[in-house]
């Protein structure tokens, strides 16, 4: 078995949380109690703005505290801030879809903000009325979006994940006794959906949704361990998963899943950044790079994928932060 992060919510603070065992506990996690990514409900707000000369460039997405920040990819793993996003209690998770739509889970207000790329004015914003959001990935088969809601809408577990249809809102309600508090989801290319949770015990599983299928299936994991495993997402055949185990470096294990077994057959290590949060994948082929942001450090690191050297890193407009999304 393996821990995942956890999450918990303290007064106004959102607190996603890496972790530390139960103390006399047999290998599971219990409350949120090591190192912190924090998002203050009630923060500061300001006015949102964007550089109309970067609307035709591709755009990054960075979820920090308050608001979300945007930036300009200028080529050589260079990004330039080009705009800033304001009236979130919490934004977290993010995804894009092939549009170029980006997809903000805001935890507080219960809700998804869709914008359009480049637009400082919301698309839409979906009611999340099935609980409270934390991630969100869009099925680039059939253009839904699945959204891992941590709790149920009043705040207590267990939580649920939810697929709506696009653009219409609709939701479909997916729960498993196993998948008691939801964290972070991901589709992969065939539209097959995987979310990582907390059970009742706080011992972390990961499990799939088969496209077509109505239940999850619990993966046994083989291979190796994982510590504690943060945001997912899918490359090709593999699932990728960040970890937050070591104290000064973080990680991103990739799965290979092969029917209901989920197998560790590499792990990246991330030399500059300590507390991972939800990463993301830029270009392709050999020229492909994680984006990786540090909670802690307030920063961007770059790496090479899958080799995890070191790219470079970017810090303007940020303030711990979160969520991630490209929109081209």
């Not at 959906?193 to 994991?221: C, M, P, Q, W």
């Not at 943060?230 to 470096?249: F, R």
Request: hydrophobic share 35%.
């Amino acid at each position: 078995m393996f821990a995942l992060r956890s999450l918990a919510v303290v007064g106004t603070l959102m607190l996603l949380a890496a972790c530390t065992p139960s103390p006399g506990g047999s290998g599971g996690f219990g409350p949120a109690t090591g190192t912190s990514l924090v998002h203050t409900a009630n923060a500061s707000r300001g006015k949102s703005w964007f550089n109309a000369a970067a609307q035709q460039s591709t755009l990054l997405y960075v979820s920090n505290t308050g608001g979300v920040t945007v930036y300009a990819y200028g080529g050589n793993n260079s990004f330039t801030l080009v705009g800033e996003l304001f009236g979130f209690q919490t934004p977290a998770g993010e995804c894009s879809d092939a549009r170029g739509n980006v997809f903000i889970t805001d935890e507080a207000a219960r809700a998804i903000v869709e914008y359009g790329h480049g637009s400082i004015t919301p698309k839409a914003v979906i009611p999340d009325t099935q609980g409270q959001p934390l991630s969100c990935a869009i099925d680039r088969t059939t253009g839904h979006m699945a959204v891992t809601n941590y709790s149920d809408p009043s705040g207590a577990e267990p939580g649920n994940i939810v697929v709506y249809t696009l653009p219409s809102g609709t939701a479909t309600e997916y729960s498993d006794s196993h998948l008691y508090e939801p964290l972070y989801c991901a589709f992969d290319r065939k539209g097959n959906l995987f979310a990582n949770a907390y059970d009742d015990t706080f011992h972390g599983v990961l499990g799939e949704l088969r496209k077509g299928n109505s239940n999850f299936t619990i993966l046994t994991l083989s291979g190796g361990t994982l510590n504690i495993p943060g945001w997912v997402l899918t490359k090709g055949t593999q699932l990728l998963m960040g970890d937050l185990y070591d104290p000064k470096t973080s990680s991103i294990y990739q799965l290979s899943v092969r029917g209901s077994t989920a197998t560790v057959v590499g792990k990246i290590a991330l030399s500059d950044t300590q507390t991972l949060a939800q990463f993301t994948l830029f270009g392709s082929g050999s020229a492909t790079a994680i984006i990786a942001p540090d909670n802690d450090y307030s920063n961007v690191q770059i790496y090479s994928f899958p080799g995890g050297s070191s790219l470079g890193s970017f810090t303007n407009g940020l303030s711990q932060p979160i969520g991630t999304a490209i929109s081209e």
